[in-house]
Structure formats: structure tokens, C-alpha cells
């Protein structure tokens, strides 16, 4: 027996050599060097091998190192990984923050990347972009990027990895000068926003006790349930599906089940969620341990936008804090790095990133609370959903339902921008009018402007005329006109603006975002962008292709991208 095994064994060995050997003859093989650079930055192989969900945070590492990904670097990743090269190539080429490079080919020392979103484009961004590249020297890249989630600092910039807010050629080409000149280790160093609330200060006030008691039994987690159902709250990210009912179903699953805690927040107008992690992590990580706990998850990854990268090491830092002197045990917690894609704020294309992959959305049924992450039942929440989740609990559910207008019940957290006196978060109630929002929490309309029109919703949520001023903004108000609320993303536009010009800009934004996965959204939001620049638009063929998108897209993406155009079809004919 022990002969006939060593013969097995042998003969298996000689075959792995063979296959070997044969693997060096096909395609591009990794050199040393390029090796030993990989493995710096990634670390060695571990037992088992890599884990195949880590490649894009791999390919940031050597992104950021080596200011690109060369070529040689991607066939020493796909060996170290053991994944095939086509596939690294397929993820890295999907992504618009890393740079392909050949390898003769130098990456750019410093990518200064300045917003072109509605807002800040009304704030002056494109003469910020014809004038900063003859400011800023050769070796740094300037570039026009879709929003950056900073619409009330418009006209913004990222510098590096650095937010320079309401910028000037002049403030943007000295803080390239000040990026340039500062080590490696320390670029894109922020310093935290006033009223800042550390994980000390916050365990100090009373944090955490929530969680504590929920985790240790203390509280039932039934009880925990009805007061999130009872609450009304609702997905603040943009879909609006009730929070409770979402926990109830995913807590039905058959175990292991997993979270995932959205927080690319891409749609343009949106920067709540950055607004309130600034300035309150560990509220939003209390909800996390929360809902965890209830729905019994038994890890949770946290997605956050590349765009962020100030929050990025905020929270890494908070959560080294929160898992040295945990409160009550804690679940796996894993925060991953987005690589700017805007169809990544979708959840199953969020789902696919995390796994590694490119970020392309899922067919559903079946859906992610039955079939979710790594194959599991998934909990996905937006950020805000789950920041709102200790104050619910702790003062009552009629605390959130017990606000609201005009006949709705809530709080909504509305991201204000454009031509207001005081852009920002504005918490409100839930129905509010546009014109009660802009008078009573934005110090009116900015110096020298009049309400022409407004978007209720981001890019996606349509165009509404000044006559429609007194809507109630909320979830199902605003679809009799063509519109939705979407993630509360408020951009307001005077009279010296065109919803022609706004819609223009928003079906640009869909058309450099979509996937390209399916043909309606990829070929249609190009095609109506070029029919929009036109004097006069063809709306026939506008609308034909409204519809093909509308009906035949795989996601909301190319679902809503018809929005603007209908709505200025609508509500402002003389325009077109």
C-alpha cells in the first residue's frame, strides 16, 4: 500500500512540474523584480493563497505607489493571486481610478481631478479647467471628473487625494505645489471638521450603551424590530424600502448571513452621508452593531467612495479605537475602498466590487437578502439609514415618525445646493416644500437669483419648474410629475440657468457612468446626450430611446436616465 501511494504521489507531482513548465509557455510571464514590488506592497502569499475578494484593494495599493498600474505589475498580481490575467485586466480597465500604464510609460506624479457635477459646473468649473493646466506645471494631470460629493463647496477639486473646497486656479495650483512637495506617507492628510466626536468622547456622553445591551440580551431584539417598523424609516438611499421590514426579512435567512453598508454615495447633488461621518462615525458604527445584532450578521463590510479619502482614514482610525476597547463583542468588520464607479452606489454592483470584481449590477430575483454577498443572504444598508437607528431606539420611534408636512411622517436629510444663500445638509421634515426649504433652512436664494427650477433627487430624480414649488418632497409624492426624491439631493437653479443645459449635463454623467453591461443604457445614454446638444431637439427620437432605456436597462441607471429629458420635455418645451 505505502508503494502504491508513494507511485500516486509521485505521479502527481510529476504532472503539477508538467503543468508548470507548461504554464511558462503561454502568455506574458512575471518578472522577479516586478515580483519582489508586488509582494512589498500586498505582503507574501498567505496559506491558501490570496484571497480573490482583496483584488481591487491590491491594485489601489500599487496604484497609488506607483502613480498607475503598469503592465508588468498586473501579471505579477495575477500570479501572486493565482487569478487569470484577463480577469485582472477586466477589473483594473473597469474602474476610473487606476491609471493602465505600459511599462516604458511614467504615471503622472499628481492627478488634480476638479468636479464637473451641475453644481459646481453653475459655480465655474469649467474656467477652472481651462485655466489650471498652464498653473500647475506638466507633470501634474488636471482632469474633469463626474461629482465628487462636495456640491455645496462648489466649484470643488480633489488634489491627490486632497478635497480643496470652492476653488480658485490659484488655491488648486498651490495646494498641487504643497502635494507634490509632501512625502508619500502623508498626502492626502486632513484635519477633522469642528464638532468632530472621537470614539473617547463619544463612549464618554453615553454611546455605545444602546448597542451594549442589545448585543449582551439585555434588550430584545423583537422589541428592536417593532420600534424600527413603527419608526416608518425608510432606505435613505435613494430606494426607500422600509428599514424594519428589510431587517425582519434578512433575519429569516438561513445563516451565515452578512452585511454591507453603502457609502459611495455617487449620485450628484448627494453629500449627506460624507456630512454626517465627518462629523459623528461612531453614531452610524452604533447602528452598525445594531442592526448586526438583531438581524445577526456575522460580518460586515463597509464600501466607502474613493472620492473620500479624508473619511477613509478617519474611520480606519475609529474603528482601531472601537476594536481596542469594544463596548460588547463585535462582529468582523472590513471597510473596502471604492475605485470610482458610480453604478457601484446600485447595490448588487456594489455586492460584485466587494467581491472583487467589476461593478456591474446582478439580475435579480433572486434578491440580495436571499442571495447576496459571497453567495449569501446580505443586509445592505445606505449610511444614513443606519445613523438615524440609536436615535430611534433611544428616543422613541415617534421621535422620527412624529415630524414631517403636509401630511408625511418622517425626517429627511436634504443635500442643498446650487443657487442657495446656504448650500449644506439640512435636516427637515419629511414633506417639506421646496420653497419652505430654500426660505426657511437656506437662508433663501443666493444674491441675484430667482427659483427657475429645481431637481428633487440627484441626477436621476427629474426636473420640476418653479410653479411646482409646493410640492411635498418625500417617497411617493412626486412621481405623478415625473419625478422622484430619490437620496434627497436638492439642486436649485435662477433664472439665468436652463433645465436644457442641467439635463445635458446629467445624461453626460449617465453616459460616462453606465457599465456598459447592457445595450440600452450604454448606446442610449450616449446617443441622447449627442441629440440633446442639438438648438433644437429631435423629441421623437428622444422619446423612442426614453423608452428602450426605461424598460429594457438591467438597472436603475439606465431606468432613470430618461428623467431629465422627460421632465424638460414637460416642463419646459419653450427650452428646446
Not at 503543468?19 to 516586478?34: D, F, I, N, T
Not at 493563497?49 to 498580481?77: K, M, P
Not at 507634490?180 to 463612549?203: K, M, W
Not at 476597547?325 to 466590487?353: F, N
Request: proline share 6%.
Amino acid at each position: 500500500m505505502k508503494d502504491a501511494a508513494a507511485t500516486v504521489l509521485g505521479t502527481a507531482d510529476e504532472l503539477r512540474r508538467g503543468l508548470r513548465r507548461a504554464g511558462k509557455l503561454k502568455g506574458r510571464q512575471p518578472q522577479e523584480s516586478a515580483l519582489a514590488e508586488v509582494r512589498a506592497l500586498i505582503g507574501p502569499v498567505p496559506p491558501g493563497g490570496h484571497r480573490r475578494d482583496l483584488l481591487i484593494e491590491h491594485l489601489h495599493r500599487i496604484n497609488d505607489a506607483w502613480h498607475g498600474l503598469h503592465e508588468r505589475h498586473l501579471v505579477a498580481l495575477a500570479r501572486e493571486m493565482n487569478v487569470p490575467m484577463a480577469e485582472v485586466m477586466e477589473v483594473a480597465s473597469f474602474y476610473h481610478h487606476f491609471d493602465l500604464l505600459r511599462d516604458d510609460e511614467p504615471g503622472a506624479a499628481l492627478t488634480v481631478r476638479v468636479c464637473e457635477g451641475l453644481s459646481c459646473e453653475m459655480a465655474g468649473a469649467r474656467d477652472l479647467l481651462a485655466r489650471l493646466p498652464s498653473l500647475v506645471g506638466r507633470e501634474v494631470r488636471v482632469m474633469a471628473a463626474p461629482c465628487i460629493g462636495r456640491c455645496e463647496q462648489a466649484p470643488a477639486a480633489l488634489v491627490g487625494q486632497v478635497a480643496v473646497a470652492q476653488s480658485t486656479p490659484e488655491v488648486v495650483a498651490r495646494a498641487a505645489a504643497n502635494e507634490l512637495q509632501r512625502p508619500a506617507a502623508q498626502c492626502g492628510a486632513a484635519s477633522a471638521p469642528a464638532g468632530f466626536i472621537g470614539y473617547r468622547e463619544y463612549r464618554d456622553a453615553g454611546g455605545y450603551s444602546t448597542a451594549a445591551a442589545i448585543v449582551n440580551c439585555e434588550d430584545d431584539a423583537e422589541d428592536v424590530l417593532r420600534a424600527m417598523e413603527h419608526s416608518g424609516q425608510r432606505g435613505l438611499g435613494g430606494a426607500g424600502f422600509p428599514a424594519g421590514r428589510k431587517w425582519r426579512i434578512v433575519r429569516e435567512q438561513e445563516a451565515p448571513r452578512f452585511m454591507a453598508v453603502n457609502i459611495d454615495e455617487g449620485e450628484p447633488g448627494t453629500f449627506k452621508d460624507r456630512f454626517y461621518l465627518e462629523r459623528d462615525p461612531h453614531r452610524f458604527l452604533e447602528g452598525v452593531l445594531i442592526a448586526a445584532q438583531v438581524v445577526g450578521t456575522e460580518a460586515v463590510y463597509i464600501y466607502l467612495r474613493d472620492e473620500y479619502h479624508a473619511c477613509r482614514v478617519m474611520l480606519e482610525a475609529e474603528l482601531a479605537a472601537l476594536q481596542a476597547d469594544p463596548p460588547c463583542p463585535l462582529p468582523y468588520i472590513e471597510l473596502r475602498r471604492g475605485a470610482g464607479a458610480y453604478i457601484c452606489g446600485e447595490e448588487s454592483a456594489m455586492i460584485e466590487s466587494i467581491e472583487g470584481k467589476r461593478g456591474e449590477p446582478r439580475l435579480r430575483p433572486p434578491y440580495l437578502a436571499q442571495v447576496g454577498l459571497f453567495g449569501r443572504p446580505t443586509l445592505e444598508h445606505n449610511f444614513e439609514t443606519l445613523y438615524w437607528v440609536r436615535d430611534i431606539l433611544e428616543k422613541g420611534p415617534q421621535w422620527f415618525a412624529g415630524a414631517g408636512r403636509n401630511g408625511r411622517s418622517g425626517r429627511r436629510s436634504f443635500s442643498v445646493s446650487g443657487r442657495v444663500a446656504q448650500p449644506g445638509v439640512k435636516l427637515a421634515p419629511a414633506g417639506i416644500t421646496l420653497r419652505q426649504l430654500v426660505d426657511e433652512y437656506c437662508g433663501g436664494m443666493a444674491p441675484g437669483h430667482e427659483l427657475y427650477a429645481y431637481l428633487p433627487g440627484g441626477a436621476s430624480g427629474g426636473i420640476l419648474p418653479a410653479r411646482l414649488a409646493d410640492l411635498p418632497l418625500d417617497f411617493d409624492t412626486l412621481q405623478p410629475h415625473g419625478c422622484f426624491i430619490g437620496s434627497a439631493a436638492i439642486i436649485v437653479l435662477g433664472q439665468h440657468d436652463r433645465a436644457r443645459d442641467a439635463a445635458l449635463n446629467m445624461m453626460r454623467f449617465f453616459a460616462h457612468e453606465s457599465c456598459g453591461q447592457c445595450t440600452p443604457c450604454r448606446v442610449g445614454t450616449a446617443k441622447a446626450a449627442r441629440l440633446m446638444e442639438a438648438p433644437n431637439w429631435d423629441n421623437a427620437t428622444l422619446a423612442d430611446l426614453n423608452q428602450v432605456m426605461a424598460d429594457a436597462s438591467i438597472c436603475g441607471l439606465g431606468q432613470a436616465a430618461p428623467n431629465p429629458v422627460r421632465c424638460v420635455q414637460a416642463h419646459f418645451p419653450h427650452e428646446i
